[in-house]
Structure formats: C-alpha cells, structure tokens
C-alpha cells in the first residue's frame, strides 16, 4: 500500500468499517510513515469538527422568515382543497358535455378519424355500446340528459384515453 | 434516525392525508427550519432559500396523496427540498465556487505525499467546537460546487447516512461515499491550509 491508495481508504478506516485484514495493513503503513501519519491525524480531526459543528447548530430560521411561510403554507394549505374540488367539478362538468356532443358526432359522421377509430374498435369489444349506437341510427341524436349513465362512463373513459389535445371532431 | 421520529411522522402523514386540524402546523414545526437550512446551504441566498422552502411545502401538501410510503416521510421530503433547489439553481448563474481538485492531496509518482504535512489535529482536539473554526469549515463548504455541497450537508451536516443521502439524490451509494470522501479531503486540506497560514502570522 502507499500513501495515495491510503488516502483514498481513510474513510472506512476512520469510520472503523473496515475490514481487518485492510485495517492491519494500514496499520502498517501508518506505522512507518509520518505524512500518513499526520494527514490521517487530521483527516480525523476534520471529521470530528464537522460532527461538533453538527452538534452545535441549531436550526436557525429567522423568525420573519417563519412567520411569512406559517402565514403563507397555512392559507395556501387551506385554499388548496377546495381548489381542487372546483377543478375537478369542473373537468367532470366538462366531460358530460363532450360525451353529448361526441355521440352527436358519432350518429351523424362527424368524429375526426382518430377518435372514429378509437369509437369503432370500443364498440367491437362492447355490446352495450355497439347496441346503443346501432339503436341511435335509427331514432336519431338523443337529448343531453338520454345518455345512459355506463355509455356515458365508457365514452368518458374513451376520451381520456385519446392523446391531450386531440380533436374528437370534424370542423 | 431516531425510532421516536418515525413515529412522529408517521403520525404526521397520516393526519396530512385525513386533512386533519392543525397537521399543516405540525408539518411546518417539525420541518420547516430543516428544511430552510437545508435550502439556504444549497442556495446560499435567504430569499431564495424562503422562497425555496414555500414550494417545499406546496409540492408536500399537494402530493402527499400520492406519497407511496416506500421510503421514509422525511426522507421524501429532503428529496423534494434537494430537487426544488437545484431547480432553482439551474435557471442562474453559478455563484462562486471553488475547483476541489485544487485542494485534493498532491502524490509523487510512486504514491508518496509529495507536500510536508503540519499536524494541527492537536490544537482542536479541545472539547468544544472552536467557533472560529465551526466558522471556517462552513464557508469552505459553501464554497464547494453544489454536486458536493449537497452530499456534504445531508451526510454530515443532517447526520443522514450514506443510503439515506443516496435515496434522497437518486445517486448510488459507491457515488454518495466518494463525493462525501473528496469533500472531506478537501476541508482537510482547506483547514490546513488556513491554520499554517494563522500560524505564521
């Protein structure tokens, strides 16, 4: 072993994770070797005063700081659910509506191709929807409030699964 | 860490997703000078820093929802800290630093120390911390690049192990055990150089 290869082993040397044998040769070293001896001493002494100055601090925040974030997080943390609810309210109203207005499409063409493809290979593997739609062609685009409540979940569902910013219908 | 702060936070979380009164104020007693401090020691700047740990505590309280329990709450929200400031310091321009490489020890071609050594590990073995040293090594810290400043102040700054830290970075522990050992090295060398220089005065 010489000095270099030394340094770059103190740390599990002086955290005493080392193994041994390792540790003996080192041991070794450091006994006939006075820089080694001395840099090791002060490695040492390095890492103690990290631990001490580790101790002694303590987790100062000035106290403007802390109540700015108090004042600030609190309000925040209290607007933020009721934000959430409006948001979701609202991507939910959202949704019904284009359920309406894609079945409309659907009856009478319209749907751009993605979404026709999408509609068509959903309709292969489900009968209630294939049923509804093969129903629709022959007494025509229902009101908003007619779609049944499981159409409506499985259009939904159809729609978030298209890419964001995909265009369900024709211009 | 301790087993007394895992149940504390576990408490904690739990009353965060309930919603629960005063678990926003619990959150914020705990954590929020850990976390300012953690923010000022990457980001140097108390503004920054505060606003920092604003953003901390927004990401936390929005996503602790999808929090999956599959590392420790704390250790969760450091990462977010650590992500949060680096992001931060991405969009400016680097403050100051130092080239560690300056300060790493200098070797003969056979391996042998190349420099003369002065042992001044007797003069700070005294019990307390040396204030003025306690001084010194923090702005050599601050000095680092934040790639080992970072690594720095959780390991032996926080007190959180090499595994903890390596969990919080996305780092590997190999990684984590030599930035923590060339940032040693190198406040070893920074202290030396700066008592010889005391010393000769």
């Known amino acids: ?171 | 860490m301790s087993a007394e702060r895992w149940k504390d936070d576990e408490a904690l979380l739990e009353s965060l997703r309930k919603g629960a009164p005063g678990a926003v104020e619990e959150l914020l007693r705990l954590y929020q000078g850990k976390i300012f401090n953690l923010a000022m020691s990457i980001l140097k700047s108390e503004s920054d820093a505060e606003e920092a740990t604003q953003d901390v505590f927004m990401t936390v309280i929005r996503k602790v929802d999808t929090f999956q329990g599959n590392s420790a709450f704390y250790s969760w929200i450091y990462r977010i800290c650590v992500n949060t400031c680096l992001m931060r310091l991405r969009g400016k321009r680097r403050s100051e630093t130092v080239s560690i490489e300056e300060f790493m020890p200098v070797f003969t071609d056979e391996g042998m120390h190349a420099s003369p050594m002065d042992d001044w590990s007797k003069e700070v073995e005294r019990d307390a911390l040396n204030e003025e040293l306690g001084r010194m090594i923090r702005k050599f810290t601050e000095e680092l690049s934040e790639k080992y400043r970072v690594v720095f102040v959780l390991s032996d700054v926080e007190g959180l192990s090499n595994e903890e830290t390596a969990r919080i970075l996305g780092l590997t522990v190999p990684a984590i055990k030599s930035r923590l050992h060339r940032a040693r090295l190198y406040l070893r060398e920074q202290l030396s150089r700066y008592l010889q220089e005391g010393s000769a005065e």
């Open chain 1, 1 to 171: 072993m010489n000095c270099k290869e030394l340094a770059y082993m103190l740390a599990d040397y002086c955290n005493g994770s080392m193994d041994l044998r390792l540790r003996e040769e080192l041991d070794g070293h450091l006994s006939r070797c006075e820089p080694c001896t001395v840099f090791t001493k002060t490695f040492r002494a390095t890492c103690e005063e990290t631990r001490k100055l580790r101790e002694s601090i303590e987790y100062a925040i000035p106290a403007e700081v802390r109540e700015r974030l108090d004042v600030f997080v609190r309000a925040a943390a209290l607007k933020y659910p009721e934000k959430m609810r409006e948001y979701r309210d609202q991507i939910e109203r959202d949704l019904r509506e284009m359920v309406t207005d894609l079945v409309g499409a659907a009856v009478a063409g319209n749907l751009s191709s993605a979404t026709a493809l999408h509609v068509e290979s959903h309709c292969a593997a489900c009968p209630e929807c294939s049923g509804y739609f093969e129903a629709l062609r022959k007494t025509g685009t229902p009101q908003a409030g007619d779609i049944p409540e499981d159409i409506r979940s499985h259009l939904i569902a159809l729609m978030q699964a298209l890419p964001p910013g995909e265009e369900f219908f024709l211009a």
